[in-house]
Structure formats: structure tokens, C-alpha cells
């Protein structure tokens, strides 16, 4: 069992480890049995969050969320952070090899995680078929980061960078989850994100 929010944007990587413990010899088929969560959040605020892990990680001057919005659409320094929140292009490369009608892939709303704790443990439970934590004592809290430089809000300029990257790829998500269903305890339909972040004033 792992945990990391790094294997989104490399599903060919667990493709091929999983792949290639099949070749070991092992009567055991890895691929077929491997169980994936994702747990998904509005991409603008996941944005944020990662600009305060940099923060909390840097010497000397704290970056902006404003430069760090800017390094994500010029790609820079990494061409994967641009397509981190793209969720559906990951998924859909997901699914070539892990069929959501196999229950394989369970796709999971980070609003609900913080709003309902127990509903999400539950639909986790009924997934993965055992029981990790005891029901009614909530999801632990890991990896919280506090400090005089975390940034609390998404800027109005930061908005106008990040919403059109975002907004169309949200849409073809909703889409995308409803064309394939996955596990009978996932939520359906998927909760849309907050649309504080792409309702943007008009110019003109």
C-alpha cells in the first residue's frame, strides 16, 4: 500500500511495474489485482496548496502565488505541472489499462473528504474490502503546513492566470466520469468544483 500524489501524472510508470511483477514468474497477477484511489481537488486550490508546500520548503524570500501560477503556465521548471490539474487526461490513460468497470479505480471528491470524513472512509472500506481504520473515528490529518508565510487565499490576478488553463478540462472531467461509471461506491455524479474560481468578471 502507498500513498502519494506524484503517480497521477505517470500512469505508463505503474502501468510497467505492475507489468513487470507480473513477468517475475509469481503466480500472482499484480495488474489485475492493483486497486488505485484518487483523490481529487478543485485544481486552482490544489495550485495553492503546492505553492505553500514550496513556501514552507524555501530559503530566503517567500514566492508568490502569482509567480508560482506563472511558472505553471510557462512550464517551468517542470512541463508536468502544467498538466497536473488536467485530472482527465490522466484518468483517461488510467482507464486504457484498468477498466472502471473491473473496479480498479476509485475516484474520490476532496470537498467530500473534508466534509463527510466517515462517508469517504466507508466508500474506501467497501472498495479495498477491509477495514483500515475504525468506522467512526475519522481520516487522520497528515502533512498540514502552518506558518507565517501561508498564503490563505487564491488572488483575483492568479484567477485570471490559472481559470482558463483549468475551466475546459473540468468540464470534459464531469463528462468523462459520467461516460465511466466506476466502483457502486463511488459518488455519482462527481461533485463540481467550486466555481468561485472560474466565475471571472468580464472585460471589455
Known amino acids: 500500500m ?27 497477477d499484480a495488474l ?3 486497486k488505485l484511489i484518487v483523490v481529487l481537488r478543485e485544481p486552482i486550490s490544489r495550485e495553492l496548496s503546492l505553492c505553500n508546500h514550496k513556501i514552507a520548503n524555501r530559503v530566503g524570500d517567500p514566492i508568490t502565488f502569482e509567480k508560482h501560477a506563472d511558472s ?6 517542470n512541463p508536468r505541472w502544467a498538466s497536473t490539474g488536467k485530472y482527465v487526461d490522466h484518468l483517461k490513460k488510467f482507464v486504457s489499462f484498468l ?18 470524513p466517515e462517508k469517504v472512509q466507508w466508500r474506501i472500506h467497501e472498495f479495498l474490502g477491509r477495514t483500515f481504520v475504525p468506522t467512526g473515528s475519522g481520516l ?7 506558518g507565517p508565510n501561508k498564503l490563505m487565499e487564491v488572488s483575483p490576478e492568479a484567477r485570471q492566470m490559472l481559470a482558463p488553463l483549468f475551466r475546459d478540462k473540468n468540464e470534459e472531467l464531469y463528462e468523462f466520469l459520467e461516460m ?7 459518488q455519482r ?3 463540481r468544483f467550486d466555481s468561485r474560481y472560474y466565475d471571472l468578471p468580464s472585460t471589455v
Open 99 to 116: 477498466p472502471r468497470r473491473r473496479e480498479q479505480l476509485l475516484v474520490l471528491s476532496y470537498d467530500e473528504m473534508k466534509s463527510d
Open 189 to 191: 455524479p462527481f461533485p
Open 140 to 146: 487522520p490529518k497528515l502533512n498540514r503546513l502552518d
Open 72 to 77: 505553471v503556465l510557462r512550464e517551468i521548471p
Open 2 to 28: 502507498d500513498a502519494t500524489p506524484d503517480y497521477l501524472t505517470y500512469p505508463e510508470r505503474i502501468h510497467d511495474v505492475y507489468s513487470n511483477a507480473n513477468a517475475t514468474g509469481a503466480n500472482y
Open 180 to 186: 465511466y461509471p466506476g466502483p457502486w461506491m463511488e
Open 32 to 34: 489485475s489485482n492493483l
